[in-house]
């Protein structure tokens, strides 16, 4: 990519060809036109002839900095790409990051919102809470009535509660 400077020297036009190669090829392209031209008109050639002298000023090569633009069609291609994915899905509410701009492995690129799932992860609390206080209450009616060594495995009751309670445990995760 040109650095958005060049200079020019000794009659060079910046990334181009001399300006003598210029004045050569427009000599070699215009020269059978201009030869051409006083063909059959003997009067143009003493005319040509007769004319005023041109006053043509010579100048010292300078060197000089030149600003460059470039302008270009295409398409860019990214050195790097990612797949970015949601462990859940929801209404976006923020994007606290700026576009192009470099993100750590873990780092947050959208807020959802979470209402719904806070909604669910309290009624999972809840029901574990409910599914351990009703076994609670079987252990101690179990104990109330005399003693009996408590065996979870051979009360109904109890096994439904402990079950309730893992299935909430669950759905909490």
């Known amino acids: 990519m040109a650095s958005g400077r060049e200079s020019v020297s000794n009659g ?34 003493e005319a040509s002839s007769k004319r005023a002298a041109v006053e043509v000023r010579l100048g010292k090569p300078e060197t000089r900095t030149l600003a460059v633009t470039l302008t270009a069609t ?6 790097e ?10 209404p976006v509410i923020s994007i606290p990051i700026a576009e192009g701009s470099a993100v750590e ?3 947050v690129l959208v807020e959802i919102n979470a209402g ?10 809840a029901s574990e809470a409910q ?11 179990l104990a109330a009535r005399g003693g ?4 979870p495995l051979r009360q109904r009751a109890v096994v439904v509660a402990e079950a309730n309670r893992g299935a909430a445990r669950l759905e909490k995760q």
């Open 12 to 45: 060079a036009v910046a990334g181009g060809t001399p300006s003598w190669v210029r004045v050569w090829w427009v000599l070699v392209v215009l020269s059978p036109w201009l030869t051409s031209c006083g063909r059959g008109q003997p009067d143009a050639v």
């Open 74 to 79: 295409g398409s860019l291609v990214a050195r």
């Open 81 to 90: 790409t990612a797949v970015v994915a949601s462990a859940t899905g929801g």
């Open 105 to 107: 492995r873990g780092g």
């Open 116 to 125: 719904d799932y806070r909604l669910r992860l309290d009624q999972a609390r």
């Open 131 to 141: 599914a351990a206080l009703a076994l609670k209450q079987v252990e101690n009616e």
């Open 148 to 151: 009996i060594p408590f065996d």
